[in-house]
C-alpha cells in the first residue's frame, strides 16, 4: 500500500518479556519518527531517523527502549523487559524530509497491552 | 522546550452547528503548526498545517485555522459541522528551521469532538 504499516496492530506481553514493534515506512520517506500515545494523551516523540542515522532518541524513556533503522527504510522498535506503564499505543510517522515543508503521514500504530 | 494546549476534552455539538477548537502552544521560535484528525478506527491524519504566509489555513472538508502569533494561538474552525466529523482532533507544533525541536511534532492531549445527529 501507499501509507506507513505497522506491525503488529495489537501485542499482548507479559512483564518483563522482550517485545518487537515494525514499521515500514512510505516508499523513498527519510524521515522516520517513532511516538508514544498513552491513553488519553496525544503522541508524545520517542525518536527520529533520517535515514539509517538516528538522530534525535532523547525521548526514549529509559534505556529499556532501543530502536534501529539498518538499511534506512523499515525501523524496529523493542523494548526489554517491559513494565506495565509501557503499555500505549506506538506510532510510526515518515516524511520525505524532517524539516522544512513537509508533514508527517501516520500508520495505524500497535496497540501493547503489558500484563 | 515545547508546549501546546488544547482547551477542551469533548466537545459535543448538534449537526449545523458551528466549531471553534482553541489551540495554544509555546515555543521560542517560528513554528509549524499542524491540526491532525483520527477518525475512529483509524491512523492520525493531517487536516491542515500553516508553514508561512497568509495566517488563515484552509484544510480538507471545510475545515480552516487561522494562526495568531501575538496571541499564540491556531484554533481550527467550521461553519457548520456533519455527524461524519465526529472524530478526535489533535494540534501540533514543530519548529520551523533546522536544529533543537525542528522535526518531531509536539502534541497536544487532543480534542474528542462527537457531532449529535
Known amino acids: 500500500g501507499a501509507g506507513v504499516s505497522q506491525s503488529p496492530r495489537y501485542k499482548v506481553a507479559k512483564r518483563g518479556q522482550d517485545v518487537a514493534l515494525r514499521c515500514d515506512p512510505i516508499?523513498?520517506?527519510?524521515?522516520l519518527f517513532w511516538y508514544q500515545q498513552a491513553l488519553g494523551q496525544g503522541p508524545e516523540f520517542l525518536t527520529y531517523?533520517?535515514?539509517?542515522?538516528?538522530?534525535?532518541k532523547s525521548g526514549l524513556p529509559s534505556d529499556r527502549f532501543f530502536a534501529e533503522r539498518p538499511e534506512g527504510s523499515v525501523s524496529t522498535l523493542k523494548i526489554q523487559r517491559t513494565q506495565q506503564e509501557d503499555s500505549a499505543v506506538y506510532l510510526c510517522?515518515?516524511?520525505?524530509?524532517?524539516?522544512?515543508?513537509?508533514?508527517?503521514?501516520f500508520g495505524d500504530g500497535t496497540r501493547l497491552s503489558i500484563l | 522546550a515545547q508546549s501546546v494546549s488544547q482547551h477542551n476534552h469533548h466537545v459535543i455539538l448538534s449537526e449545523a452547528a458551528s466549531l471553534e477548537l482553541g489551540c495554544n502552544y509555546s515555543?521560542?521560535?517560528?513554528?509549524?503548526l499542524f491540526w491532525y484528525v483520527q477518525y475512529p478506527g483509524q491512523h492520525l491524519q493531517l487536516l491542515l498545517k500553516?508553514?508561512?504566509?497568509?495566517?488563515l489555513v484552509k484544510g480538507i472538508k471545510g475545515f480552516e485555522a487561522e494562526f495568531i502569533k501575538s496571541k499564540f494561538s491556531f484554533n481550527l474552525r467550521k461553519p457548520s459541522v456533519q455527524w461524519s466529523d465526529t472524530a478526535e482532533y489533535f494540534c501540533?507544533?514543530?519548529?520551523?528551521?533546522?536544529?533543537?525541536?525542528?522535526?518531531?511534532?509536539?502534541f497536544g492531549k487532543g480534542t474528542k469532538l462527537s457531532v449529535i445527529p
Open positions: 510517522a515518515s516524511s520525505f524530509l524532517g524539516f522544512r515543508d513537509q508533514p508527517q503521514h
Open positions: 516508499s523513498g520517506h527519510v524521515s
Open positions: 531517523f533520517q535515514n539509517e542515522a538516528q538522530l534525535d
Open positions: 515555543y521560542g521560535g517560528t513554528v509549524n
Open positions: 500553516y508553514f508561512s504566509g497568509d495566517p
Open positions: 501540533a507544533v514543530k519548529g520551523a528551521y533546522s536544529g533543537a525541536g525542528s522535526y518531531q511534532l509536539t
